[in-house]
DNA sequence: CACCTCCCGATTGTCTGACAATCTGACAAC
DNA sequence: GTTGTCAGATTGTCAGACAATCGGGAGGTG
């Protein structure tokens, strides 16, 4: 966005601590709703203009955003909005199944916060459904549950990268806003997956995120149109 | 910096052309041989005199770093290499588990290519142990090894992830040089889990690598005296 | 008309220098 | 001995500048 604040207007100062944090995020924030297509090229003097800082701090937030791989940096031509393709969509949907699996199956060995996770996130995802919630709202629901499966593994850093995944499927999602399938048979799918679990059928979980994971991947193949 | 060090391990492409890549490599280094204890600070300007590089630069290799998990960025206080814990020590291994054993239970679904890297970097390692190789070059090829098994997975993001878990199980040994237990007993073991899986006991490999990480992760965390 | 070469502008990579905000440690005051 | 305050050190951020490199168009050649 344009003309955002003025230097001594502290108004939402305690936020991101740092200037490149805020930066960071608004690229984040500009990248997931769409406003910035893939393969859109950013401009280092561009940005510098119209976010009102200088260029080494956009070049620190322009680092972040190539390690958290939202954004490919190409020696001498700069940093563009990362494209998805097939290959790297079928690849996100691989290790996921391999995360989340792995999650479902621990769930009889997993601790009751996080078997609490997985049904609080799940609840909020059908709460926003019910609501009406917006697109990237249910977008946002619908991954915290996914991670939450994660969860179950009781690894931080596996959680951790389910979170870098779903940075990518965010991304992916933005470029196919239209994709939009019936979100209530999704979270009725979830739920039924839940109760899955909750009934000890550990396997038939395992089966059921499995295809779940696959019509995903497919589906967003073919709405990507690659 | 006049001095052009040379690396052991990823030989692969010439000189990373970016000074930023420079500046981070020589600090990688520095890190895994032992040269900087965990808890160091980097000082920025320190880092500009030693290296011959400007501030800036200085900076972005330590946003790297940091974005690698290598080091830790407290704000205003400024960054310091991270200090490995018994928690994450733990949660590596955890992870390291659900990674490692999702390739291994893969094996027969793998491709011949996947199951050739497990071979190969089995007999890398094996071979540099007969060698008496250096600590370092016995640590990279073991690492490579576990690596090689997510590999299995087919999945280049789990890789990926794998990578960054070595990274941090490498910077917890480089603070505890002499664990060193016997690399023969240690190369052994793995030759047996490949054995187990060319025979097409899956499960056996499964529970064997489980072990085997288990073993791994009591011994680094004595040895880090957590 | 097609093709190759060379030059020019645009953009990045890097440097220098500077300033404000913040933290650290020590010293003085009670 | 505890507390308050201050100077030094360090980071966060800015402004401006320069060389290296890439992409594309002008112009010459077949």
Redesign the pocket.
């Known amino acids: 966005m344009p003309e955002r604040a003025v230097r001594f207007g502290t108004l939402h100062l305690e936020e991101p ?6 930066v960071a995020d608004e690229l984040r924030r500009a990248v997931f709703d769409g406003e910035l297509e893939s393969g859109t ?6 940005l ?1 203009e119209s976010l ?9 937030a ?1 680092t972040m955003l190539v390690a958290e791989g939202l954004a490919t ?7 563009s909005i990362a494209a998805p393709e097939a290959g790297s969509v079928r690849d996100v949907c691989r290790a996921r199944r391999v995360l989340e699996g792995s999650g479902v199956r621990r769930w009889p060995d997993a601790t009751d916060e996080e078997r609490g996770r997985v049904r609080s996130t799940l609840e909020a995802y059908i709460a926003a459904v019910h609501a009406d919630a917006t697109y990237q709202e249910l977008n946002e629901r619908h991954l915290a549950f996914h991670v939450s499966l994660v969860g179950l593994t009781g690894s931080e850093r596996l959680v951790a990268m389910a979170e870098t995944l779903a940075v990518e499927l965010r991304l992916a999602l933005a470029q196919v806003e239209r994709i939009r399938r019936n979100a209530h048979d999704q979270a009725d799918s979830h739920a039924a997956l839940v109760r899955l679990l909750e009934d000890g059928d550990i396997d038939g979980a395992s089966v059921f995120l499995d295809r779940h994971l696959a019509d995903a991947e497919t589906s967003i193949i073919d709405a990507l149109q690659l």
Chains 1, 2 share one sequence.
Do not use: F, K, Y
Request: charged residues 35%; without cysteine.
């Open positions: 601590h740092s200037t490149v944090e805020r090229p950013l401009r280092e003097v561009a510098t009102g800082v200088s260029r080494p701090t956009v070049r620190e322009l940096r190409e020696p001498n031509r700069g940093v």
